[in-house]
């Protein structure tokens, strides 16, 4: 079965320091990945995805990630995070259920001046 | 362009009163749709997605229900609130032939049982 891990529930940071938000997934399929961003009381906007070819996908707000098959990883990185960047962050995974996506727990970056 | 809309934005109920959530999306056809709760720190879970009209999905047992009357339509229900079902609904839609299932979520409602 499907299952995405985030491992880490809070990732505190200062601004303008570099940041990575771990992702693995668990899968028997070729597996597409996501990164929502979730603003407080707001829904989930999608920040990038991997669906194939290039292993290292740029998405919005300055962010990127790595697909790494062999560790089974899709993390999430930005060089530089503004306070504005503070928001719940979860990965996800699709493949092996047909119309539904698998979601990780979340992870809160909260950055401090 | 697509958009989805949910309604109320927010909502405070007495336990063992009904409810009843709306979402619609705009500008596709034939969506897959889903209903999701996230709990205070419990992440998303998945409650209902349908395929198609009358065409509904439980992933959890609960005591709310989930119709979809129109192509576009998806309610969320319930008869008699609990104070557990507090929470933040969340209503999201992905296109029918779309092999990644990227879904794309409404602005939420939080639903307060007191």
């Known amino acids: 079965a499907q299952s995405v891990t985030q491992l880490d529930s809070q990732v505190p940071v200062f601004e303008e320091a570099p940041v990575e938000l771990r992702c693995n997934y668990s899968?028997?399929?070729?597996?597409?990945l996501f990164w929502y961003v979730q603003y407080p009381n707001q829904g989930l906007q999608l920040l990038l995805k991997y669906l194939s070819g290039s292993t290292l996908v740029k998405g919005i707000n300055g962010f990127e990630a790595e697909f790494n098959k062999s560790q089974t990883s899709f993390h999430l990185r930005k060089p530089s995070v503004h306070i504005s960047d503070t928001a719940e962050y979860f990965c996800a995974v699709s493949g092996e259920y047909g119309n539904k996506l698998v979601f990780g727990a979340g992870t809160i970056l909260r950055v401090k001046s | 362009s697509q958009t989805i809309h949910q309604w109320p934005a927010t909502l405070v109920q007495p336990v063992g009163s009904p409810l009843s959530l709306e979402c619609t999306v705009e500008g596709t056809s034939n969506p897959n749709l889903y209903w999701y709760r996230q709990a205070a720190g419990r992440g998303l879970q998945l409650l209902f997605y349908s395929v198609g009209i009358g065409q509904i999905s439980s992933e959890v047992p609960q005591n709310l229900s989930a119709s979809r009357p129109q192509d576009r339509q998806f309610i969320l229900s319930s008869k008699k609130l609990l104070l557990s079902d507090s929470g933040f609904y969340l209503c999201a839609w992905s296109r029918r032939l779309a092999a990644d299932n990227e879904q794309f979520f409404g602005p939420g409602t939080r639903l307060t049982v007191l």
């Open positions: 899968s028997s399929v070729s597996v597409y």
